[in-house]
């Protein structure tokens, strides 16, 4: 059976509802004030956590040249990143913010095999200011689609500050799996190459698996492994 909500946040949805109940019991030997508000209180704070750590299933458009969002959230800067070895020359990068209220589960944006995985440790700055993308602590899974690489990277922000990266190198993804989560609030950046059309721009929502963030060109062929997602 799968779980409406990431396993890692399970962990915590339990201690949050383990609370609630000690405070039942304990409200029920009378009084007012916290006594009587805290089992509420408590029992507030575990649906918001389960909320948080929802994930729900996602469906990537037909079009297996469309390169879906790797994440929800809102789109804060498009534009050209040089020096990523991985992508083999100029890329461009789509910066994805991610707030409390999104879903925090990362997908793949194209089919393929995962040839390059790192984690660097870092800095815990604000997810929007730039710096943050080299300075804070970060996770990137490159992808070799059989069209062209393309690079997603997890960064942690000001609160986020437990990075979850699923596949390791070797491992076959399809477009749309879920490939980790950031705990908390947070930043995904995602690399393509440079002569692939760009769909979005700054102050766009996205969700992840499912908005076209790009498009590979017509010449190139399309990913074998952009299949459906777990």
Known sequence: MTLPFAREGLPFILLCLAAAGLAAVWARSGGWGMRSAAPA?????????????????????????????????????????????????????????????????QRAPLGGRVARYSRRPGRFVAAWRE???TGNERASLGIDTGSGPVLVRQIAGLVARRIAT???????????????????????DLFVPAQWPVAVQPGDRVRGGETPVARMPAAVPGPAAAGVPR
């Open 41 to 105: 209180l408590l029992l507030a704070l575990t649906l918001f956590v389960a909320y948080f750590f929802r994930d729900p299933e996602r469906h990537p458009p037909q079009d297996p040249r469309l390169v879906v969002a790797p994440a929800d959230g809102r789109v804060i800067s498009v534009g050209p990143a040089d020096g990523e070895d991985f992508m083999d020359g100029t890329a461009t990068r789509v910066t994805i913010f991610l707030s409390i209220f999104d879903v925090h589960v």
């Open 131 to 133: 710096e943050a993308g």
């Open 166 to 188: 699923y596949p390791r190198e070797g491992d076959t993804v399809a477009r749309g799996d879920r490939i980790g989560l950031i705990r908390f609030g947070s930043r995904v």
